[in-house]
């Protein structure tokens, strides 16, 4: 949806009733639901709607009130993102471990390219703080011994910085419904592989494995479904043939920082949208754009033979139709 209608999301326990509750305040208020879309996964209830307020008989302090109070009755979380909230973006970067995709994202912020704020670093390990404090952003540690995330901690911390993008720069946890609900379609991961091809986990050796001789890398939004999201960036490359797994890394990190970046500038532009699982868009002649291989490519692909439009085709027929014309 554009940006021109406000996003209202709600996050819960599944209980019977909890859509008509919140439709019927807003009908109330005067506002037109644009689009809604709802989902129940592990027990976890998630309706995100874009309204129409720009004719609301209230106020954007009221309305918001309102929600938060229903969804305090209702048992839910509620979440409103008013069309004016969206002016100044900001990104909460979650990470693990490997600092490429993370320091790709500070440079691009600091020469003035992204288009938001890098306004806090998460990480469910330590070892990017020293990263993170050299860009002067906070970095908040999440995780226990073995690196397990306390998402509780993570929510709190989502909601105290009002993150409008979450980027999973190589962040090797999976989210829980709990999280991913109350960010939908506001979540960027980057996977070293070409998806659907390869998901999970050690996607460079899977590709060695199976013998691939092109593997790439692919910038996603991410659902419940781990690495089945909408798919809005990919970059390929060759795969040497005495390459192991490190070698696979060194080529594909480089790529994995660019996918990465060029899909979080085309959601921070609103530049895709998303239909049916297919990101496409917005303006179909968007030359900057780079969703897939560079468009040179396609001039090195051959354009013949095509079945039914080859010489041999158009020959007989030409053939068949002198015959028909001598009988």
Same mark, same amino acid.
């Given at each position: 949806?554009?940006?021109?209608?406000?996003?209202? =999301?709600?996050?819960?326990?599944?209980?019977? @009733?909890?859509?008509?509750?919140? /439709?019927?305040?807003? %009908?109330?208020?005067?506002?037109?639901?644009?689009? *809604?879309?709802?989902?129940?996964?592990?027990? !976890?209830?998630?309706?995100?709607?874009?309204?129409? /307020?720009?004719?609301? !008989?209230?106020?954007?302090?009221?309305?918001?009130?309102?929600?938060?109070?229903?969804?305090?009755?209702?048992?839910?979380?509620?979440?409103?993102?008013?069309?004016? $909230?969206?002016? /100044?973006?900001?990104?909460?970067?979650?990470?693990?471990? &490997?600092?490429?995709?993370? &320091?790709?994202?500070?440079?691009?912020?600091?020469?003035?390219?992204?288009?938001?704020?890098?306004?806090?670093?998460?990480?469910?390990?330590?070892?990017?703080?020293?990263?993170?404090?050299?860009?002067?952003?906070?970095?908040?540690?999440?995780?226990?011994?073995? @690196?397990?995330?306390?998402?509780?901690?993570?929510?709190?911390?989502?909601?105290?910085?009002?993150?409008?993008?979450? +980027?999973?720069?190589?962040?090797?946890?999976?989210?829980?419904?709990? !999280? !991913? %609900?109350?960010?939908?379609?506001?979540?960027?991961?980057?996977?070293?592989? *070409?998806?659907?091809?390869?998901?999970?986990?050690?996607?460079?050796?899977?590709?060695?494995?199976?013998?691939?001789?092109?593997? @790439?890398?692919?910038?996603?939004?991410?659902?419940? $479904?781990?690495?089945?999201?909408?798919?809005?960036?990919?970059?390929? %490359? =060759? +795969?040497?043939?005495?390459? $192991?797994?490190?070698?696979?890394?060194?080529?594909?990190?480089?790529?994995?920082?660019?996918?990465?970046?060029?899909?979080?500038?085309?959601?921070?532009?609103?530049?895709? /949208?998303?239909?049916?699982?297919?990101?496409?868009?917005?303006?179909?002649?968007?030359?900057?754009?780079?969703?897939?291989?560079?468009?040179?490519?396609?001039? =090195?692909?051959?354009?013949?033979?095509?079945?039914?439009?080859?010489?041999?085709?158009?020959?007989?027929? &030409?053939?068949?139709?002198?015959?028909?014309?001598?009988?």
């Amino acid at each position: 949806m554009t940006s021109q209608f406000t996003e209202i =999301n709600v996050v819960g326990e599944d209980e019977t @009733g909890l859509i008509a509750e919140v /439709t019927s305040l807003l %009908f109330e208020r005067g506002i037109n639901i644009e689009d *809604l879309d709802q989902a129940v996964r592990e027990g !976890v209830f998630r309706m995100t709607m874009h309204v129409d /307020t720009g004719e609301m !008989v209230t106020t954007e302090e009221k309305l918001r009130e309102d929600l938060n109070d229903l969804g305090a009755e209702l048992g839910v979380d509620v979440q409103v993102r008013f069309p004016s $909230d969206r002016e /100044t973006q900001s990104i909460a970067v979650l990470v693990t471990k &490997e600092s490429h995709c993370l &320091e790709a994202i500070f440079e691009a912020w600091a020469s003035g390219t992204l288009g938001a704020d890098v306004d806090v670093v998460i990480g469910n390990h330590p070892d990017l703080r020293p990263l993170a404090e050299q860009y002067d952003v906070p970095f908040h540690h999440i995780g226990d011994e073995k @690196g397990t995330p306390d998402e509780e901690h993570l929510l709190e911390l989502l909601a105290e910085y009002n993150v409008d993008l979450i +980027v999973l720069a190589r962040y090797m946890r999976i989210l829980s419904p709990d !999280v !991913v %609900f109350r960010y939908e379609s506001r979540i960027i991961n980057v996977h070293p592989s *070409l998806l659907p091809s390869f998901p999970g986990a050690a996607a460079y050796m899977q590709a060695i494995e199976e013998g691939v001789r092109i593997a @790439g890398v692919t910038a996603h939004y991410v659902t419940t $479904d781990l690495d089945q999201g909408p798919i809005i960036t990919q970059r390929a %490359f =060759n +795969v040497p043939d005495d390459a $192991d797994e490190g070698a696979l890394q060194e080529i594909g990190q480089p790529l994995e920082a660019e996918a990465l970046l060029e899909a979080m500038r085309l959601h921070l532009d609103d530049a895709v /949208t998303v239909h049916r699982g297919r990101t496409t868009l917005r303006d179909p002649d968007d030359t900057e754009a780079q969703l897939g291989a560079p468009t040179a490519l396609d001039k =090195n692909n051959p354009d013949r033979p095509i079945d039914g439009l080859g010489d041999y085709i158009a020959d007989q027929d &030409e053939t068949d139709e002198a015959e028909a014309s001598d009988d």
